[in-house]
């Protein structure tokens, strides 16, 4: 898995493969990219199971998602998968995984030179970007690099999931409630069954 991430590099790496390279939060999708592609060929299935609209990452013997925090931010907290998903998984397998990839990120300059490489690159503004503009709201500063500092590797099992903290997250554009998701807060890792890998 490499250390430093260049965001050009990255996307333009998604882009040749298909993946999501469109996508503003590019560290979560390249960070999949690179775990599936270190899969390929192992005992381990890409993706993993399915429960309603829910599709795993991957599988071992258990399912497992793959997630990317930032590290040096306001929230401790990394958003997990829909709460019912996650748990018909464990309800199948017995424990559910989770491999979180945490990173320190550098953001755009206030002239948006990263962002406005990658709408070039997608052919122009999208669609949300334009009704964005007309709102007048202000777009998130884009990340455009990363340096991989901490893989952890979490499991839980039913009793785990009852104690983590529930996200709810309001509707959709269309009224309709969106699902409910499990979050951990990385100040209270260690009341889990986790392993780390360090890339210090």
């Known amino acids: 898995m490499p250390r430093n991430w260049d965001g050009r590099d990255a996307i333009l790496e998604l882009k040749n493969a298909d993946y999501n390279w469109r996508q503003m939060e590019w560290i979560g999708f390249y960070l999949e990219y690179k775990v599936r592609q270190l899969l390929k060929n192992s005992r381990f299935n890409v993706p993993g199971d399915t429960f309603g609209a829910v599709t795993f990452d991957t599988k071992g013997i258990i399912n497992w998602d793959i997630k990317a925090k930032a590290i040096k931010c306001d929230s401790r907290s990394v958003i997990l998968n829909d709460r019912i998903a996650m748990e018909q998984s464990v309800e199948q397998e017995r424990y559910h995984g989770e491999i979180i990839g945490l990173?320190?990120?550098h953001y755009n300059d206030s002239n948006r030179t990263f962002q406005q490489w990658h709408s070039e690159l997608k052919g122009g503004l999208s669609k949300y970007e334009q009704e964005r503009?007309?709102?007048t709201s202000v777009s998130r500063y884009r990340k455009t690099d990363a340096q991989l500092v901490q893989i952890l590797l979490v499991v839980f099992d039913k009793a785990d999931l009852e104690n983590l903290p529930i996200m709810k997250q309001g509707r959709n554009s269309n009224g309709m409630l969106r699902k409910?998701?499990?979050?951990?807060?990385?100040?209270?890792?260690?009341?889990y069954k986790y392993t780390t890998v360090e890339y210090f």
Do not use: A, S, T, Y
């Not at 409910?180 to 009341?191: C, S």
């Open 180 to 191: 409910e998701k499990f979050m951990l807060n990385l100040d209270n890792i260690d009341q």
């Open 133 to 135: 503009i007309q709102r």
């Open 103 to 105: 990173l320190d990120v």
